[in-house]
């Protein structure tokens, strides 16, 4: 006996394939599914079951003949589907935003496929497409102007064209769209058009999508995830630090059942610790202090990375980040301050500590509200100026043994940047 697992199980990032496609899909507010199964099957259920883990309904369809043409398994569903649904390959991964683009999408088409204009690939299916109607479609087209994404949008009409196909022997998919295509109820989406991952600072990452064939699809596509978990609100040491490494830790996270929460109070955990290194009076406590304070900034990342992965993201857990994040924020800045005062005795230290604690407050408080407000439109200064810019001071700091000096930086820059925020909010806010 081989245990052979069937393609659709193959994980990518800690979750199979078929799985991040149905996950996907109830990102774009698709709540109910029909899965045709064929071999290995039982496997494929005995993973998603029926589906009441993820909120979402699965109802199987047996397919014997699945070594026919993909039309066949899509025809054996005909019975679940009396009003206009998507149909998905397992197999390929796609931006939920492709979904929303192509569910929203204005056309009287009784099927719409997704397109891609790229250069067609060997594997790819070919597509003809005049004014937005397919006029072909076919693996071996010579003349093509772009590709079939296998994301299609399709009213109940698509059982009627598979049916004609079938009479003539043909039992692929393409073969039931080009029998549409021929009566003119074929059009497309052109899936470069949905929306896309803007970003302040970087290019625009393009929606994006990928047939899993080969090891190389695989490692392309994490390389696509992993791209996506840049934020567009992360801070510049973020970005250039932390972002490139905590991705990294995140891919090992994913395999394991670690979940976020979990991350979050480990995180929470080490912050502490390094407030303890920070308040002890000697140099190399210190240093360690600050290596720890930047780790936890570096992990901090990890949470909402494997939250994003995983499809785990809940509104609690970023909450709990941020919370435990400002305790850990406090914890730094008194650990500073202790260990200044077990030092030197002086009580400027506590001063300029407290402008430093009420300006990193102050700095997170407010900026939930301003990104909102004014999302883009202060550039690059919107980003500098965040936790992760704070805690990499205190890194500095330690390193250089300036416990005074940080804390004192920490409370010019903090403030500033809560001022500078106030008066760009009414410069704004005084035009309406
Ligand atoms: O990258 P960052 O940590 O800022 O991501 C925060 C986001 O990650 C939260 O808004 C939330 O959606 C998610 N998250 C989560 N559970 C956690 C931590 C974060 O769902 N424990
Ligand atoms: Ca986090
Ligand atoms: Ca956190």
Redesign the pocket.
């Given at each position: 006996m081989t245990h052979a697992k069937p393609k659709p199980l193959i994980r990518l990032l800690g979750v199979p394939l078929i799985e991040r496609v149905i996950l996907t899909a109830k990102e774009a507010g698709i709540n109910e599914f029909i899965i045709v199964v064929g071999f290995l099957g039982e496997q494929i259920k005995e993973e998603l079951g029926d589906g009441r883990k993820y909120g979402i309904k699965i109802v199987y369809v047996e397919n014997d003949d699945w070594e026919k043409g993909n039309g066949i398994s899509v025809f054996k569903a005909r019975k679940y589907l009396q009003e206009t649904f998507i149909l998905l390959m397992s197999d390929h991964i796609l931006d939920y935003r492709i979904l929303e683009g192509i569910i929203n999408y204005e056309s009287s088409n009784d099927i719409v496929i997704g397109i891609d204009r790229r250069e067609p690939l060997k594997t790819d299916t070919k597509v003809l497409e005049k004014n937005g109607q397919i006029i072909e479609i076919g693996k071996e087209l010579e003349n093509s102007n772009c590709i079939d994404t296998g994301i299609f949008r399709c009213t109940p009409k698509i059982f009627a064209f598979i049916e004609e196909a079938i009479k003539e022997n043909k039992t692929e998919l393409a073969e039931a769209i080009a029998v549409g295509s021929e009566k003119g109820h074929v059009g497309i989406f052109d899936v470069s058009t949905a929306d896309s991952y803007d970003s302040a600072m970087s290019e625009d990452i393009d929606t994006w999508w990928i047939n899993i064939n080969t090891k190389e699809d695989l490692k392309n596509s994490r390389k696509m995830l992993c791209q996506q978990l840049k934020?567009t609100t992360d801070g510049v040491i973020s970005r250039f630090i932390n972002r490139p490494i905590s991705i990294q830790i995140s891919k090992l996270l994913v395999k394991t059942s670690i979940s976020?929460?979990m991350?979050?109070f480990f995180c929470f955990a080490v912050a502490i610790l390094a407030s303890v290194f920070l308040s002890f009076p000697a140099y190399w406590a210190l240093i360690i202090g600050g290596i720890l304070a930047q780790i936890t900034s570096i992990l901090?990342?990890c949470?909402?990375?494997v939250?994003r992965l995983k499809f785990?993201?809940?509104t609690f857990?970023?909450w709990?980040?941020s919370i435990l994040d400002r305790y850990a924020d406090g914890f730094f800045i008194f650990g500073l301050s202790l260990g200044l005062w077990f030092r030197t005795e002086n009580y400027w230290g506590w001063i300029v500590g407290f402008f430093a604690l009420i300006g990193s407050f102050l700095n997170s408080y407010s900026s939930t509200k301003f990104e909102e407000f004014v999302n883009k439109q202060t550039g690059f200064f919107q980003f500098l100026v965040r936790r992760d810019l704070r805690i990499f001071i205190i890194l500095l700091g330690s390193l250089f043994n300036q416990i005074f000096w940080t804390l004192f930086i920490l409370g010019v820059i903090m403030n500033l940047e809560v001022l500078r925020r106030i008066i760009v909010t009414s410069l704004i806010y005084s035009k309406d």
């Amino acid at each position: 006996m081989t245990h052979a697992k069937p393609k659709p199980l193959i994980r990518l990032l800690g979750v199979p394939l078929i799985e991040r496609v149905i996950l996907t899909a109830k990102e774009a507010g698709i709540n109910e599914f029909i899965i045709v199964v064929g071999f290995l099957g039982e496997q494929i259920k005995e993973e998603l079951g029926d589906g009441r883990k993820y909120g979402i309904k699965i109802v199987y369809v047996e397919n014997d003949d699945w070594e026919k043409g993909n039309g066949i398994s899509v025809f054996k569903a005909r019975k679940y589907l009396q009003e206009t649904f998507i149909l998905l390959m397992s197999d390929h991964i796609l931006d939920y935003r492709i979904l929303e683009g192509i569910i929203n999408y204005e056309s009287s088409n009784d099927i719409v496929i997704g397109i891609d204009r790229r250069e067609p690939l060997k594997t790819d299916t070919k597509v003809l497409e005049k004014n937005g109607q397919i006029i072909e479609i076919g693996k071996e087209l010579e003349n093509s102007n772009c590709i079939d994404t296998g994301i299609f949008r399709c009213t109940p009409k698509i059982f009627a064209f598979i049916e004609e196909a079938i009479k003539e022997n043909k039992t692929e998919l393409a073969e039931a769209i080009a029998v549409g295509s021929e009566k003119g109820h074929v059009g497309i989406f052109d899936v470069s058009t949905a929306d896309s991952y803007d970003s302040a600072m970087s290019e625009d990452i393009d929606t994006w999508w990928i047939n899993i064939n080969t090891k190389e699809d695989l490692k392309n596509s994490r390389k696509m995830l992993c791209q996506q978990l840049k934020k567009t609100t992360d801070g510049v040491i973020s970005r250039f630090i932390n972002r490139p490494i905590s991705i990294q830790i995140s891919k090992l996270l994913v395999k394991t059942s670690i979940s976020p929460n979990m991350i979050s109070f480990f995180c929470f955990a080490v912050a502490i610790l390094a407030s303890v290194f920070l308040s002890f009076p000697a140099y190399w406590a210190l240093i360690i202090g600050g290596i720890l304070a930047q780790i936890t900034s570096i992990l901090d990342g990890c949470d909402g990375e494997v939250a994003r992965l995983k499809f785990q993201s809940s509104t609690f857990g970023g909450w709990l980040d941020s919370i435990l994040d400002r305790y850990a924020d406090g914890f730094f800045i008194f650990g500073l301050s202790l260990g200044l005062w077990f030092r030197t005795e002086n009580y400027w230290g506590w001063i300029v500590g407290f402008f430093a604690l009420i300006g990193s407050f102050l700095n997170s408080y407010s900026s939930t509200k301003f990104e909102e407000f004014v999302n883009k439109q202060t550039g690059f200064f919107q980003f500098l100026v965040r936790r992760d810019l704070r805690i990499f001071i205190i890194l500095l700091g330690s390193l250089f043994n300036q416990i005074f000096w940080t804390l004192f930086i920490l409370g010019v820059i903090m403030n500033l940047e809560v001022l500078r925020r106030i008066i760009v909010t009414s410069l704004i806010y005084s035009k309406d």
